[in-house]
């Protein structure tokens, strides 16, 4: 999807950040936080997949660079952050090189990260706002769904 501009949309998620302020996601993390990753990731390749707008998840990580998991071209990319390196380091690096060409939001609750992507141009929204626009994707996805099985 593009904006009035014609610029792609873009929605970046500091992982991490969603998972800790979703209370569902938040218990899932204290008790495996793999699944926690991966419930985060489904849910937000429903919102790429209703609203046209590409997603791209970054995690806190580990290893020596950070690494794009591999995924099909359809799906969101999933980036974890290298050693030594945060998601807020990655998310940043990536809203100030792509934001003259791209519109591009970032979904944090780290008041210092959305100070930082605004100053580089991008826009912000809050993890309660994320799940607004998420339950509206999914209840459009249901919507979709329940018409298309009536035909």
Not at 11 to 38: T, Y
Request: hydrophobic share 40%; glycine share 6%; aromatic share 8%.
């Amino acid at each position: 999807m593009t904006d009035s501009t014609g610029r792609l949309k873009a929605l970046f998620v500091d992982g991490h950040s969603i998972i800790f302020a979703w209370e569902d996601l938040r218990a899932l993390h204290e008790r495996n936080p793999m699944l926690a990753r991966e419930e985060l990731c489904r849910r937000m390749t429903v919102y790429q997949d209703t609203m046209q707008q590409r997603v791209v998840v970054v995690f806190d990580g580990k290893g020596e660079k950070t690494q794009a998991k591999d995924r099909s071209t359809d799906d969101i990319v999933v980036i974890y952050s290298g050693k030594g390196k945060t998601a807020d380091d990655v998310i940043e690096r990536l809203v100030a090189q792509y934001s003259e060409r791209y519109e591009l939001t970032v979904a944090t609750g780290d008041r210092a990260e959305m100070d930082t992507v605004m100053a580089f141009g991008g826009f912000c929204i809050t993890p309660r706002t994320l799940l607004e626009y998420l339950d509206r994707a999914e209840a459009q996805l249901a919507s979709t769904l329940a018409r298309l099985r009536k035909k």
